[in-house]
């Protein structure tokens, strides 16, 4: 197999785009498909003052990566969940990266919020992507930025817009958006450069650009049902990931009500906030609030 490009040997077939590439030439096409995608749905600004959250896994190194490669300036957020070896080795990986692209490294630690992850008993996935966003606008805002980009892909948005649907939890399913404009002077911009990019593209440019990255899942994640139905798809109909997240944009949206916390002052659904609530379970270990 050739490359389409150049004609050296093809590393790679990509079957949404009918496309045999050598290295070099995939490593080009990738950095063209996310600047393309920022530029066309306006995700990032050169001139603004960008956090990246890394967790070490391949998607939010190859974020870090590729937004280097296209002269994005950002400083790096990694959030030290308190999970055993999986949280160290992650964190050794965002370490790593730090040092090959140059971009300095903030790191917090669930714990000064009074838990970590193997503390918490029940709904572990939510509860921890419940601190992780908390964190994420914390910190940004309390630092003077002014957007948070996350390594959500392709598969992790038609995933959770499936599920929330067929859950009919509309609301939550609207935010699924490549970038969110604060709604209050709490609320830092949110953006996800990769949004339509898939996790194997990902992959692909993190191992041919020999990234380092943490494999594995996290010991506390469920069996990813949704995300397998939608490579299931894919594997039937490919193109379909990146055709339905873009569908996705197309959707009316409406605006949401603003409330505060009354304990720690940050956004709200309710009178206290969901992080407030999971604190005071473990408010026993806390420094206080
Ligand atoms: P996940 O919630 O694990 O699917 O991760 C989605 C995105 O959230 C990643 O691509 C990262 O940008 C960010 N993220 C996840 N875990 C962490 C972490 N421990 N520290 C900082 N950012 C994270
Ligand atoms: Fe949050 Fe595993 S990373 S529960
Ligand atoms: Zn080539």
């Known amino acids: 197999m050739k490359c389409k490009k150049c004609g050296k040997r093809a590393v790679t077939s990509l079957r949404a785009y009918r496309l045999s590439l050598c290295g070099d030439c995939y490593l080009d096409f990738y950095r063209r498909l996310v600047e393309r995608s920022i530029n066309k749905y306006k995700i990032l600004k050169k001139e603004e003052k960008i956090l990246l959250a890394v967790s070490g896994g391949k998607d ?18 990694y959030i030290d969940l308190g999970i055993g070896d999986y949280s160290r080795e992650s964190k050794e990986k965002v370490e790593e990266l730090s040092r090959i692209l140059s971009a300095k490294l903030n790191v917090v630690e669930l714990k000064e919020y009074g838990f970590t992850i193997p503390q918490v008993r029940g709904r572990v996935c939510s509860i921890c992507g419940n601190a992780k966003r908390y964190i994420m606008n914390r910190f ?4 003077g930025f002014e957007v948070v980009a996350t390594g959500h892909t392709a598969e992790d948005i038609a995933s959770f817009y499936l599920k929330n649907i067929a859950g009919n939890q509309q609301a939550f399913a ?10 209050d002077a709490k609320v830092v911009a949110k953006a996800r450069p990769l949004f339509e990019i898939s996790e194997k593209e990902n992959m692909l440019y993190t191992i041919i650009k020999g990234i380092p990255f943490k494999s594995g899942e996290c010991p506390y994640a469920p069996k ?3 995300k397998e139905i939608v490579y299931d798809i894919e594997l039937r109909k490919p193109g379909f990931t990146k055709n339905f997240v873009r569908g996705l ?3 009316d949206r409406k605006p949401m ?4 916390c009354s304990i720690c002052g940050e956004i709200s659904s309710g009178e206290v906030c969901s992080f407030c609530k999971i604190r005071m379970r473990f408010s026993s270990q806390s420094k206080g609030f």
């Open 257 to 260: 009500e603003t409330r505060y």
């Open 140 to 143: 940004a805002r309390e630092n």
């Open 174 to 183: 609207e935010k699924l958006l490549p970038r969110i404009e604060p709604f």
């Open 60 to 77: 939010s190194s190859a974020m870090a990566s590729v937004l280097s490669d296209l002269g994005f300036e950002f400083e790096m957020l």
């Open 224 to 226: 990813p049902e949704w």
């Open 249 to 251: 944009l197309n959707r």
